[in-house]
C-alpha cells in the first residue's frame, strides 16, 4: 500500500514560522496538496487536483487525516474511525483514476485529532504552492462563521487554497477575478491574469469589483480599469463588471449569472483569523458559490 504514515508535528513549530514562504503563480505550480476526507463531498476536489496535477505535469500529493471525530464541517469529513477497508478500496479507485490521467500519486496519512492542524503542516512540510480541498454544499454559511476547518485554513495556510463544491463541474474555462484594489488583492490580480494568460484552457477572465454605496462606484470603476490595462500589457482581454451592493452577495450572483467555473480573490493575510471568522468576503464566497473558489494569499515582499 503507498501510504506513508507521519508522525505530528507541534503546532506551536508551525506557529513559530512568521515569514509565508513565497510560491509561484498558478501556472508554476510545483507541489499540490489534496485534502481529503473519503466523503462523497471530496469528489469535485479529486477531479479539480487531478486536473491540474495533469495539466502542470507534477505529482499530487493526497492528504487523509485518520482519527477524527467530530466531522469536517464545511470540508465535509463524514467518516469516522474504523473504515481501513473501505479506506484501501478508496485510495485504490484514487490511484485508478490518477493512472488514467497519467498522474503521480502520494497518499499520505497524518493520524491526528485535529484537521486543521494535520492539513497545515502537511502543506508546510511539502511547501505546497495549493491545497486543494471540498466543500460540503451551499449551506454551510453559518458552520463557516463559527469557525470551521476550511475558515482556518483559509486564514493560516502557506499557501493558495482552492475550495471545491462536490457538483462542481471541472472546466476552467471562465475565469472571475473578485477585487477590491487593496494590497490584499493585489496577489489575485497577478494569479488572475497570469492563469488567463498561460492556461489554453481558460477562455475568458471576468474582472469585477463591488462598491458598498453609490458614491463608491468610480471608485470600483478605476480598480477595474487598472485590472483590464494590466492585462493587455500581458496580452490577455479581460472583461469588466462593476456594480453597487453587498459584496459577497454580488460576488455570487455575478458568478452565478455568468457560469463562472473559479473565482479569484484575495484574503488576509495569516493573523487575521479574527476577522475572517467574523465574516469576511472571502469567506463567505467560499462557503455560498456554486463554482470553485482560489482563495490567494498576499505575497510577502
Same mark, same amino acid.
Given at each position: 500500500?503507498?501510504?506513508?504514515?507521519?508522525?505530528?508535528?507541534?503546532?506551536?513549530?508551525?506557529?513559530?514560522?512568521?515569514?509565508?514562504?513565497?510560491?509561484?503563480?498558478?501556472?508554476?505550480?510545483?507541489?499540490?496538496?489534496?485534502?481529503?476526507?473519503?466523503?462523497?463531498?471530496?469528489?469535485?476536489?479529486?477531479?479539480?487536483?487531478?486536473?491540474?496535477?495533469?495539466?502542470?505535469?507534477?505529482?499530487?500529493?493526497?492528504?487523509?487525516?485518520?482519527?477524527?471525530?467530530?466531522?469536517?464541517?464545511?470540508?465535509?469529513?463524514?467518516?469516522?474511525?474504523?473504515?481501513?477497508?473501505?479506506?484501501?478500496?478508496?485510495?485504490?479507485?484514487?490511484?485508478?483514476?490518477?493512472?488514467?490521467?497519467?498522474?503521480?500519486?502520494?497518499?499520505?496519512?497524518?493520524?491526528?485529532? #485535529?484537521?486543521?492542524?494535520?492539513?497545515?503542516?502537511?502543506?508546510?512540510?511539502?511547501?505546497?504552492?495549493?491545497?486543494?480541498?471540498?466543500?460540503?454544499?451551499?449551506?454551510?454559511?453559518?458552520?463557516?462563521?463559527m469557525g470551521s476547518v476550511t475558515a482556518k485554513i483559509i486564514a493560516y495556510a502557506p499557501c493558495k487554497v482552492l475550495v471545491v463544491p462536490k457538483d462542481s463541474e471541472v472546466k476552467g474555462e471562465r475565469v472571475m477575478l473578485a477585487t477590491d484594489g487593496s494590497s490584499f488583492s493585489?496577489?489575485?490580480?497577478?494569479?488572475?491574469?497570469?492563469?488567463?494568460?498561460?492556461?489554453?484552457?481558460?477562455?475568458?477572465?471576468?474582472?469585477?469589483?463591488?462598491? *458598498?454605496?453609490?458614491?463608491?462606484?468610480?471608485?470600483?470603476? #478605476?480598480?477595474?480599469?487598472?485590472?483590464?490595462?494590466?492585462?493587455?500589457?500581458?496580452?490577455?482581454?479581460?472583461?469588466?463588471?462593476?456594480?453597487?451592493?453587498?459584496?459577497?452577495?454580488?460576488?455570487?450572483?455575478?458568478?452565478?449569472?455568468?457560469?463562472?467555473?473559479?473565482?479569484?480573490?484575495?484574503?488576509?493575510?495569516?493573523?487575521?483569523?479574527?476577522?475572517?471568522?467574523?465574516?469576511?468576503?472571502?469567506?463567505?464566497?467560499?462557503?455560498?458559490?456554486?463554482?470553485?473558489?482560489?482563495?490567494?494569499?498576499?505575497?510577502? *515582499?
Amino acid at each position: 500500500m503507498v501510504a506513508t504514515e507521519v508522525s505530528r508535528m507541534k503546532m506551536t513549530e508551525v506557529s513559530k514560522m512568521d515569514i509565508m514562504y513565497k510560491t509561484q503563480l498558478m501556472g508554476e505550480l510545483k507541489s499540490l496538496l489534496l485534502a481529503t476526507d473519503g466523503s462523497q463531498y471530496s469528489e469535485g476536489a479529486i477531479k479539480e487536483a487531478l486536473l491540474l496535477a495533469k495539466s502542470c505535469g507534477i505529482k499530487l500529493t493526497l492528504l487523509y487525516v485518520n482519527g477524527l471525530s467530530g466531522g469536517y464541517e464545511s470540508g465535509g469529513m463524514t467518516f469516522v474511525e474504523h473504515i481501513d477497508s473501505k479506506l484501501t478500496k478508496y485510495f485504490d479507485d484514487i490511484r485508478e483514476l490518477a493512472a488514467e490521467e497519467n498522474v503521480e500519486l502520494d497518499i499520505v496519512i497524518r493520524r491526528t485529532d #485535529d484537521t486543521f492542524e494535520g492539513i497545515i503542516e502537511e502543506s508546510y512540510e511539502k511547501r505546497s504552492d495549493v491545497i486543494i480541498m471540498g466543500r460540503r454544499g451551499m449551506t454551510g454559511l453559518k458552520r463557516m462563521l463559527m469557525g470551521s476547518v476550511t475558515a482556518k485554513i483559509i486564514a493560516y495556510a502557506p499557501c493558495k487554497v482552492l475550495v471545491v463544491p462536490k457538483d462542481s463541474e471541472v472546466k476552467g474555462e471562465r475565469v472571475m477575478l473578485a477585487t477590491d484594489g487593496s494590497s490584499f488583492s493585489a496577489s489575485a490580480e497577478k494569479e488572475a491574469i497570469n492563469m488567463a494568460k498561460r492556461c489554453p484552457q481558460v477562455k475568458s477572465l471576468t474582472v469585477l469589483s463591488v462598491a *458598498q454605496s453609490d458614491t463608491r462606484l468610480p471608485e470600483a470603476q #478605476d480598480i477595474v480599469a487598472r485590472v483590464k490595462t494590466a492585462a493587455g500589457i500581458a496580452g490577455v482581454n479581460a472583461i469588466t463588471v462593476t456594480g453597487v451592493g453587498n459584496p459577497y452577495e454580488f460576488i455570487i450572483n455575478k458568478a452565478k449569472e455568468l457560469d463562472i467555473n473559479v473565482i479569484l480573490m484575495g484574503t488576509h493575510g495569516r493573523t487575521g483569523i479574527n476577522r475572517l471568522l467574523m465574516g469576511s468576503v472571502a469567506e463567505r464566497v467560499v462557503a455560498l458559490s456554486h463554482c470553485s473558489v482560489l482563495v490567494i494569499k498576499e505575497t510577502l *515582499q
